[in-house]
Every structure is written in structure tokens, then in C-alpha cells.
């Protein structure tokens, strides 16, 4: 029924799409926001699965070439579960250290560990992105996000 890769990866990201929907509809209401906390998760709920369709209606033929290109190496696996945890460990010190602070510390770690060697570009791309996307957040879409140890 479903030959190709595609279809079946189409389905498994459905799949989550509409579980990842049922979580964001369920996230708590604020009376006082001018936007809700569930704009952005449904809105990204309803992006996958719409690209979820499209992939499984997706026409293309898969090469020998590309079915080659999937296979990963096991350098390449190691270097994605570093960065797993990486994440892992974003997200657990998120509330404690806020968002500013562990922002910064992750794009800068990661991007040490991937092999980026311009240090001094990188902490300053990393400390600029954190703090665009807190005054976005914060001031203008007015969605606090977690401050933690720094005093704003």
C-alpha cells in the first residue's frame, strides 16, 4: 500500500501533527493576553500537518542515489545525540536559568561543538538572536517568557 518512503514518513508526521494539535488546544486560556499562548503551537500544529499532506501527495521518484543519502554513519548519529541532549539539557534548565541565558548558551555550545570556530562571531550571533527573541516575545507579542536567574 504505501511504497514509498515518503507516504510513510507523511503518515508518522500526521500522526504527531494532530497529537501535537489535541496537546496545543488544550493549553490554559489567559483572559488578559492580547495573544493567546496557543496561537503560535496551533498555527505550527496545523503547518505540519498541511506539509504532512503534501509530502505523502508528492510525486516524485526516489532514486538509487537518494536512497543512498539516507543512510547515516555512525559518527553522524553520535554528533545528532550529542545534540539531543544538548536539547535535553536546554529544556530542563530553562525555568532555572531563563530563557535569555540558556538561549545563549546553547547556540553558542552548539554551535562549538558542530565545528564552528569563530568564537567571537558566534557568542555575539548568539547573545543577539537571544535577545531579539525575548524582546519580541516579551514586549511586543507581550508572551512572557522565563526569566530565570537574570532580574528581567
Given at each position: ?93 530553562l525555568e532555572i536559568l531563563g530563557f535569555l541565558l ?51
Amino acid at each position: 500500500m504505501l511504497k514509498k518512503m515518503n507516504q510513510r514518513i507523511a503518515l508518522i508526521l500526521a500522526a504527531i501533527a494532530v497529537f501535537y494539535l489535541f496537546l496545543s488546544y488544550n493549553l490554559p486560556k489567559y483572559p488578559n493576553a492580547i495573544i493567546d499562548a496557543d496561537v503560535v503551537p496551533i498555527g505550527l500544529g496545523y503547518l505540519l500537518l498541511f506539509l504532512s499532506v503534501l509530502l505523502f501527495l508528492d510525486k516524485t521518484v526516489e532514486t538509487e542515489a537518494e536512497k543512498q543519502k539516507r543512510n547515516i554513519s555512525k559518527s553522524n548519529l553520535l554528533v545528532l545525540g550529542v545534540v539531543f541532549g544538548f536539547i535535553l539539557i536546554y529544556i530542563s534548565l530553562l525555568e532555572i536559568l531563563g530563557f535569555l541565558l540558556m538561549t545563549a548558551i546553547f547556540i553558542f555550545g552548539c554551535s562549538l561543538f558542530l565545528g564552528y570556530k569563530k568564537h567571537v562571531t558566534n557568542g555575539i550571533v548568539s547573545v543577539v538572536f537571544s535577545f531579539a527573541i525575548y524582546a519580541l516575545f516579551n514586549y511586543l507579542l507581550r508572551i512572557n517568557l522565563p526569566s530565570g536567574i537574570l532580574p528581567f
